[in-house]
């Protein structure tokens, strides 16, 4: 099931996350969801990361929580980690909890390649 609501993919030196979840996931899905994204970041955590979230129009405190743990993990490592693809509300939300100061977010997945190999 968590290989349907994402999945990497290599450009050049980055890994690309494409997260592409439902309006609404069980605590089950989420938590399949949150072991198999963290498990992917594992295989190469001091790499070059992006997640894109071009599918999303909406986060939840459980994915919020992800992302940051995510980052945690891959800047424990030495890798870098930037997002992409934010809707508007979606940014509203990371604006409203704060989360824009721990993330380079980028406009688009290009301008994300490029801040993740710096």
């Known amino acids: 099931m968590s ?3 994402f999945r990497v993919i290599q450009e050049g030196p980055v890994y690309i996350l494409e997260l592409r ?3 609404h996931l069980d605590s089950g899905e989420f938590d399949r969801l949150n072991d198999a994204v963290l498990a992917a970041l594992a295989e190469q955590p001091a790499g070059r990361w992006v997640v894109d979230l071009t599918s999303l129009t909406y986060a939840g ?7 940051v743990n995510a980052r945690q993990r891959v800047l424990e490592a030495g890798g870098r980690l930037a997002l992409c693809g934010m809707s508007s509300r979606l940014m509203r939300i990371f604006t409203t909890c704060c989360l824009e100061r721990l993330f380079d977010i980028c406009n688009s997945r290009a301008e994300a390649i490029r801040v ?3």
């Open 21 to 23: 979840l439902p309006s």
């Open 61 to 67: 405190s459980s994915l919020l929580g992800l992302m």
């Open 116 to 118: 993740s190999v710096r």
């Open 3 to 5: 290989e349907d609501l």
